[in-house]
């Protein structure tokens, strides 16, 4: 399974970026897709998750300005960034994860760089 995500970039405080994930080959149907971000030095931490099922989830942090979606027919997964902070800054790494039979697997994408400036 081969992840890639786009859409990162520059924007000013209070502007919008929408982020993409596109997953590729042999992907479980019942599956969890979303985001973590990490700023160098920091630790990464979860941003948004959405379940194949459509089920999400969001980091307080986020809640109320960012949106999580996903086409099940695309195996592709959005986040909408709405009113973006400087503290928004960070590499997004998009994930899919699934449990068969007892096994986890989890799939990471490159990481797309958002910076947040004026």
């Known amino acids: 399974v081969q992840l890639q995500a786009s859409g990162g970039g520059l924007v000013q405080p209070g502007g919008s970026l929408r982020l993409s994930c596109a997953a590729s080959g042999s992907i479980f149907s019942i599956n969890t897709m979303g985001w973590h971000r990490q700023v160098p030095g920091k630790q990464r931490e979860s941003v948004a998750a959405m379940t194949s099922g459509g089920r999400g989830n969001y980091a307080d942090s986020v809640k109320g300005r960012f949106t999580i979606s996903r086409d099940n027919a695309k195996n592709t997964v959005y986040l909408q960034m709405n009113s973006l902070k400087p503290e928004d800054t960070a590499v997004y790494y998009c994930?899919?994860?699934?449990?068969?039979?007892?096994?986890?697997?989890?799939?990471w994408g490159q990481g797309t760089l958002v910076t947040v400036s004026s």
């Open positions: 994930f899919l994860y699934a449990v068969v039979d007892g096994t986890s697997y989890d799939y």
